[in-house]
């Protein structure tokens, strides 16, 4: 079961688009050890916009990823990388489809 959602929009710094592109790529290898993030996907809404879409079972698990190791690391490099900090908004999901699962 789904019930909550994360979507986060990054600005990234003149210049850093390419970093921002490859840091998100690069991501995809730790939300893969998260047992509560049901999917992740990380975006590219124009050339220096991003963002990342992901949902989970409850709002423990989406603490958990919040404070797990893309969170650090977002932290960590986020003044190099981005203009502006994070927009992290809460949302809670309505429906889903995903391969396996069903609402």
């Known amino acids: 079961m789904i019930e909550v959602a994360l ?3 990054l600005k ?3 210049g850093k688009e390419k970093e921002v592109a490859e840091f998100l790529r690069s991501a995809r290898s730790i939300v893969e050890q ?6 992740w996907f990380a975006l590219q ?8 879409f992901d949902v989970f079972p409850d709002d ?16 960590a490099q986020g003044a190099e990388l ?12 309505l ?3 995903l391969p396996g699962e069903s609402v």
């Open 12 to 14: 990234a710094r003149a």
């Open 95 to 97: 429906a889903f489809k």
């Open 60 to 75: 423990e698990a989406r603490q958990t990823h919040l404070s797990g190791g893309v969170g650090q690391a977002l932290a």
């Open 45 to 52: 809404f124009d050339e220096s916009t991003f963002g990342v």
């Open 7 to 9: 979507l986060v929009t």
């Open 34 to 39: 998260e047992e509560g993030t049901r999917a």
């Open 82 to 93: 981005f203009s502006v900090e994070p927009n992290i908004q809460n949302l809670d999901v």
